[in-house]
């Protein structure tokens, strides 16, 4: 048995009711690492990029990294891969929780799933006992009461991770979720899972993983847990308010998305706002496993007099999402929106996204009054009712209304004729942050290989919250390629390895291939450790280029290329994205067309 | 003794880790002498491990005369070469603290890894606390039992 890695994988094929272990191939794992990296190596080689994502030909991969499931700070994260339903291009969704570090005591590094089942099944994974259950009983069931009946029905200590309604109804904007509310939220991974009729994964495990080099493994830890609580990001800022702490920054400079990002300041923003939540909605903190950071919110709806609820939640995107996007500033309606989208496994992001393309479609008259004349509420900016029945009509495709948001906001703006209406990039929907604010963050979204993302090169860290003195200039196309395309690099090592990016003030690269080193028993170096994050960018690149993807889907809308974004620290701006571009081409070693050049393939081992 | 703070601790399950690191060599929290139980809904995480009771009914009811207190520290150890295997202190524990090592056929109980419990020290959020003399006085578990942790 390897070290790190179990050296296992469980290939489960729905058409036929099969399921069987095979060996891991550890050449990929060494050059892939794993997770996000050795996921994709198994998807290139396995489907046809130009395959109907929706189609029993897409593979789904659950993948795991090395380092799931040991004590590395935030050790317990797994990832979600297929073809996006809704980019077309490589989808990768990575989650916390506890479900991935089970699957890794059960001794499987991945699980690949395949064709599709001609019923609803869920696969029940206890250590080395598989199999395929009927899941007609909770199909249709929401997130909750899905776990807690498979739990009832498998093991009191299972984990679960599975899909809701939008996910079966094929909602592109459907997400997974496990332990009832940590999501792989995007690029519409449940509806490839709902695609193939498999409601959920329960696991159970008992193995151990076992590291190469358990005494440096253990120093290299303990050193960086003690960092990290010491760390004001980590112990302060995410610990006390969790990722909600941004929506006041994010609003004071200029650059919170308002109004399907119309504005970049919201009236409402203290109402929605961290500090206003841990006064007034939260229960406690959470950390995911292994983690030492307990950014999760455990929150609970009190005395409001239009909604209730509790669950986790809300993460800034989602407050920008459902809130400000959206012209709502009612805290207990974004709180209310976000257990509806754990229940019914809607990525917040896209679902939200998509809602505010629809409110500036009505508001601008690109809907037809037939169409409007549908709803029981009125489609617009501020309505709360507005907010929370959308996600209902997308989740279950109610109406023609509802039938189009649950293709995501850019099928639906493109039916009504407005496709620049929808803020995103390769059809998924921008996250929390005006590029025109940080135009690093632009260059991010228009290349991020799963669609518009915030998190494949969060140069936030680099453009404001640096200390002032390492600080780009925001307002500048100036070394933002570079910065691009180190964070770009530097994050699929830590997808891949299975930690959180959360950690990354803290675990540099330069901490984190030691761990990588310690646990797997391999030798790299720093330069061979990056090297590795820039194989796994340009395989995602090259599976979505034979996608039918290329330098015309690295675009931003024009609103944020042409349309200038004023007030607060933000004046008159809007992203130079060309030039950015060119020289990311450049330094990434693609053509003009984005096409990484022969060179570039030889020097990084892909063939 | 450990003694556990549940209203700081963020069900992580890093003790878990860490203390199967220390005693199995390996990441496995299936062999854990250290448990988080999570009542998820209830947001409650609440870390046990052995409490080493004064009156302890694993020693008390051990057929095979394995388990032992430290006359010095108080601690209570399962002695391996003694145990059978027969699960009787697992029964006995009235917290259900007492593990059992499924390969080994032994139980197992937390013996504060000779003083530097490794759960204590990766626990970032202060929710264990190594103490050596008996942590939780009557009055205080009396106030645990009145205002329990999540309620409210």
Known sequence: ?607 | MILAHPQKCVSCHLCEGACSFKHEGAFQPAKTRIWVHDFVDEAMYVPVTCFHCRDAPCLSNCPAYAITRDPVTGMVTVNDDKCIGCKMCLVACPFSVMGFHTEKDVAHNCDLCGGDPQCVKICVYDALEYAEVEPIQWMERLDRAEHPVGAG
């Open chain 1, 1 to 607: 048995m390897p070290y790190g890695w179990t050296g296992q994988l469980l290939r489960v094929n729905l058409t036929e009711g099969s399921v069987k272990t095979e060996p891991l191939n550890m050449e990929w794992a060494r050059q892939y690492i794993g997770g996000r990296g050795l996921g994709t190596r198994y998807l290139f080689e396995e489907i046809d990029p130009r395959c109907d994502a929706l189609s029993p030909e897409n593979k789904v991969v659950f993948a795991t990294g090395p380092l799931t499931g040991t004590f590395a700070p935030t050790g317990g994260r797994y990832m979600v891969l297929c073809k996006s339903p809704l980019t077309d291009g490589i989808a990768c969704s990575n989650s916390g929780g506890y479900w991935g570090p089970e699957l890794k005591f059960a001794g499987y590094d991945l699980v690949i799933l395949e064709g599709r089942s001609p019923k609803p099944v869920y696969l029940w994974i206890d250590d080395a006992h598989s199999e395929l259950r009927d899941a007609s009983h909770v199909w249709g069931k929401n997130i909750e009461e899905t776990e807690d009946t498979l739990r009832a029905e498998t093991d009191p200590q299972a984990r679960i991770s599975g899909i809701g309604p939008a996910g079966e109804n094929l909602s592109r904007v459907a997400c997974v979720i496990n332990d009832k509310s940590r999501a792989a939220g995007r690029s519409g991974v449940g509806a490839a899972m709902g695609s193939k009729n498999l409601k959920a994964i329960a696991v159970r495990g008992t193995g151990p993983v076992p590291v190469a080099d358990p005494l440096m493994f253990s120093e290299l830890v303990f050193d960086a847990m003690r960092d990290i609580n010491e760390h004001p990001t980590t112990s302060k800022a995410l610990r006390g308010l969790g990722t909600a702490s941004t929506v006041s920054f994010s609003n004071s400079i200029g650059i919170l998305p308002t109004n399907n990002f119309q504005a970049g300041q919201f009236e409402y923003a203290d109402a929605i706002s961290g500090p206003t939540i841990a006064r007034t909605v939260l229960k406690r903190n959470k950390g995911c496993y292994s983690c030492p950071i307990g950014c999760a919110r455990v929150t609970e709806i009190k005395g409001a007099a239009n909604w209730s609820g509790r669950g986790e939640g809300p993460e800034y995107e989602t407050i920008f999402a459902v809130g400000s996007d959206c012209g709502v500033g009612d805290l207990s309606t974004v709180l209310h929106a976000n257990y509806l989208c754990n229940q019914y496994a809607l990525d917040t992001i896209s679902a939200g996204g998509t809602i505010a393309a629809a409110m500036e479609l009505a508001q601008r008259g690109h809907i037809p009054p037939e169409d409007l004349a549908e709803l029981d509420f009125e489609l617009a900016f501020g309505s709360d009712e507005a907010v929370i029945k959308c996600l209902e009509l997308m989740t279950y495709r109610k109406g023609k209304l509802g039938d189009l948001m649950a293709e995501g906001g850019y099928r639906l703006a493109e039916h009504y004729g407005h496709p620049e209406l929808f803020m995103g990039s390769k059809k998924q929907d921008f996250a929390a942050y005006d590029p025109r604010g940080a135009k690093g963050m632009g260059l991010g979204y228009a290349t991020s290989n799963r669609g518009a993302c915030h998190l494949r090169g969060y140069s936030m860290t680099v453009e404001w919250f640096a200390p002032r003195e390492l600080r780009l200039d925001p307002f500048t196309t100036e070394g933002k390629a570079q910065a691009q395309k180190d964070l770009q690099d530097r994050c699929a090592t830590e997808d891949s390895a299975g930690i959180c990016l959360f950690t990354n003030a803290v675990v540099t690269a330069a901490r984190l291939y030691p761990m990588y080193n310690a646990a797997t028993g391999e030798n790299v170096s720093l330069e061979e450790w990056l090297g590795m994050g820039e194989r796994v960018w340009n395989l995602e690149r090259i599976f979505n280029n034979r996608a039918g993807l290329s330098r015309k889907d690295d675009t931003l809308p024009p609103r944020m290329t042409q349309e200038p974004l004023s007030g607060a620290a933000v004046d008159n701006q809007v992203v130079e994205l060309a030039p950015m571009l060119e020289e990311y081409y450049r330094l990434r070693g693609w053509d003009e067309d984005g096409n990484p050049k022969a060179e570039t393939l030889a020097r990084l081992g892909i063939e």
